[in-house]
């Protein structure tokens, strides 16, 4: 099929030549392995850019072309080429499909056994003392982690930031200063002064910005190596930062009370180039609303009722109306720990009657 196909190349302007190099570096690579004619196709694509090879097997011969605007490329032939590559995908896709051994085929001289899947809830393995004892030291060892990037004498203070998920990959990362500190006499960080954060996902876009799912890396004082699951939320508009700064000082506030089951803060940047701030904090596990999708009545437990009820009542203590509970609002992490998020719309010194209308809402969820 390819070989009756003449691949046309479309040249772009020498304004987006050099665009070239940061394409390579965030290429997205999809291969196909044709089996009849002995072609490999290659599709490089990042954005609306794309740039296609092809390899013939049989003589060794690799085609490049130039690098496509495909949002602008407007000369139907290439259009024909595209559709014909994404045929061949699915032509692949099938082969390979038919190809595969069947249930009862013999694999490695022994036949496959069928065994039925029976339907019903999943069931969790028995904790080990093994496990308790890891998870036990894993809980530590954050908890150290969180402790030196929380503390006051932390040097920790430049935040590099990479994308990396769908059509984002930043080969060079942004740099983001925590917000408060004095400027600094030097512009030189050590390798233990500075965290690295690359975001894996988007979560959601909400009041105060864009929140995301991320991975977290830094250096110890004592040259360890730690990586720990975060979120971070980004504001750019005014009002969203009012609301994120606003709900930066009730997690400080609630940090400086000792209140349990709620974010961490690890701290709140910002970008010397824009206007962009940022704030880290810990990753508390799974919102109700994406546990229980679509339901109308949460299926929530009794210990797990009582323990969103406790650390409600905690914040209370202390002086402060979440004001926004709801499903999403509410998480779950892998160890059945609750925790309550998202403060942007706290209240501070709420009336008694505003926190027992709270909490009976929180019971009727």
Known sequence: MMEQLSLTIYHISKKKQSQRDSFRGCAKTRMVESSHNDNTVVIFRCGKFETIAVRHRGNQTLYISDLIDVAHCKNPEYGKLHIVLYISIMHDILDRTQQRPKENDVVQGKKRRHVEKIPGPKIKRPRTRALVAKLEADEIEHEKACNYLTSDKTCCDLLLLRMSYGVYNSPCPSFFLRSGRPQRDSSVFEPHEYISVTLNSEIAAGATGVVHEATLKFLSDKGKVHMMPVVVKFSMKRDQQKRLRHEY?????????????????????????????????????????????????????????????????????????????????????????????????AEISPTEGAKSRELSHLTEL
């Open 249 to 345: 000082a009730i997690y400080q506030h609630l940090a400086s009370s000792y209140v349990k089951g709620v974010p961490r803060v690890i701290g709140l940047f910002e970008d010397q180039n824009s206007d962009m701030i940022a704030l880290v904090m810990t990753h508390t596990g799974t919102s109700l609303s994406s546990l229980y999708p679509g339901e109308i009545q949460l299926v929530v437990q009794d210990p797990q009722r009582s323990a969103f009820l406790h650390v409600m009542s905690n914040i209370h203590t202390v002086g402060i109306r979440h004001h926004d509970i709801r499903p999403e609002n509410l998480t779950i992490d892998d160890q059945g720990r609750v925790f309550i998020i998202d403060f942007d719309m």
